[in-house]
């Protein structure tokens, strides 16, 4: 059975240290792969391979598999998802299974740079042909369709969203017992640190954050903020110095960020900073805008409970990323993964999905009506503001660039090293 072999594989990860639990839907157990239909049988399992293993992101990926399910009631769904923030310990799990000849069916990626390794080790297919198939040319933004082509113009993977990274989500009520209006806005970077400096008087923690991938997410919108745009965008063309004066200022705005920071930050992961947040423990936390479903999770509120606004610095700028799936070489069930890149990629999958996710579909002919006040906000801003790409979730950068930069950074913020070592161990990542 297909599960069994995602079981094996699981196991020699751990054997191997990486310390990792895959967390599958199906617990049946056998040998073979007798129950897997071959291409043209038109059924059989469907292994889908993501890190959407709890909460919010588990609650998105449950409602596109019923859309699948519904769509193709001939395949069954196999969750292949691997815990851990951001998709770092899947992703390590993924290359193993890869590099052994094992793919699953498909597989989440961020949609961008990251897909890079993957397409250089020849390990996904060219999905181009889909997205004519599917009608996705004509429903997808043609910026989008742009940022998702490689230079010869073929596509590695459909996307199933958009989501925003540049996004500050606060509550109000913090805000109020630190003498602070919270529908202030902040303009910059000083301005914020006025607030922040408030709060923390205050006796609660000004700006809750988490594990290393949330810390270079912070350091991201950081540059974004100081830079602008264009720079921004030149710090992956080559035409923003690492080395400059600018850089320099940045990094020492992150830096003062980061005092103002929990101590416990680096035994946490996102959903654990953002519940800062909800329960009132911290004013403020820089998140993806995945944060608004575990705001709805919880049952809070806008503006009531939460407020949220661009990272001081940053309005008028979309900090852009997207999840999205591949076809691996040599997929036990092709047929099973153009079903699911059909549903991923379809308005129904899409309304389903990012209704319960936070995000915004990426089809312009989604219906949006009913999503929360926050998404009616991205949606707008991603047809009106200036787009970049994020770092922090493989829009930007390849994954070696993007590893380099976490190593780097987690350096810096434990304090084993400077900020000058910082900022040349950033440019030489860069390289």
Not at 316 to 338: C, E, I
Not at 343 to 357: I, L, P, R, Y
């Amino acid at each position: 059975m297909r599960n069994s072999r995602l079981m094996a594989a699981t196991a020699a990860a751990a054997v191997l240290a990486l310390g990792l639990t895959a967390c599958s839907g199906d617990d049946s157990e056998g040998s073979g792969d007798d129950s897997t239909m071959s291409e043209g049988d038109g059924g059989g399992e469907v292994e889908v391979f993501t890190w959407w293993a709890a909460g919010s992101e588990k609650a998105g990926l449950d409602a596109l598999v019923g859309v699948f399910d519904e769509q193709n009631p001939d395949y069954t769904f196999v969750n292949g998802a691997v815990a851990g923030g951001a998709g770092s310990a899947a992703k390590d799990l993924l290359q193993s299974r890869l590099q052994a000849g094992d793919p699953p069916d498909t597989f989440q990626a961020h949609a961008g740079a990251e897909l890079q390794d993957y397409i250089d080790a020849a390990q996904i297919e060219d999905v181009s042909d889909l997205y004519d198939e599917f009608g996705l040319t004509e429903a997808f933004p043609s910026d989008l369709v742009d940022r998702l082509s490689t230079e010869d113009g073929a596509i590695y993977s459909v996307p199933s969203n958009i989501h925003r990274a540049n996004v500050v989500w606060a509550n109000p009520t913090v805000l109020e017992d630190a003498g602070l209006d919270p529908e202030a806005e902040y303009a910059d970077m000083d301005a914020w640190f006025e607030a922040l400096d408030a709060v923390e008087e205050s006796g609660k923690t000004a700006l809750s954050i988490a594990t290393t991938w949330t810390q270079v997410h912070l350091l991201e919108t950081v540059l974004l903020s100081d830079l602008g745009a264009e720079a921004y965008n030149g710090l992956w063309d080559g035409s923003t110095d690492w080395e400059g004066a600018e850089v320099t200022a940045a990094l020492e705005d992150f830096e003062k960020l980061m005092g103002y920071t929990n101590t416990d930050r680096d035994g946490l992961d996102w959903p654990d900073a953002t519940q800062q947040v909800i329960d009132g423990q911290a004013a403020f936390n820089v998140m993806g805008d995945w944060a608004e479903a575990a705001f709805q999770e919880a049952g809070s509120e806008a503006p009531g409970d939460y407020i949220y606004f661009p990272v001081p610095g940053t309005d008028g700028t979309f900090d852009f990323l997207a999840d999205s799936f591949t076809m691996p070489v040599g997929a036990p069930n092709p047929d099973g993964t153009k079903a699911w890149l059909e549903t991923v990629g379809s308005a129904e999958g899409q309304e389903a999905f990012n209704k319960a996710k936070g995000s915004i579909p990426a089809r312009t002919d989604a219906d949006t009506s009913d999503f929360s006040e926050y998404q009616q906000t991205a949606v707008e801003s991603f047809a009106n503001d200036t787009i970049v790409s994020s770092l922090a979730h493989g829009a930007a950068a390849p994954v070696a660039t993007l590893n380099s930069i976490s190593d780097a950074t987690s350096k810096f913020t434990t304090g084993a090293s400077d900020l000058a070592t910082f900022q040349s161990e950033l440019a030489a990542a860069n390289m």
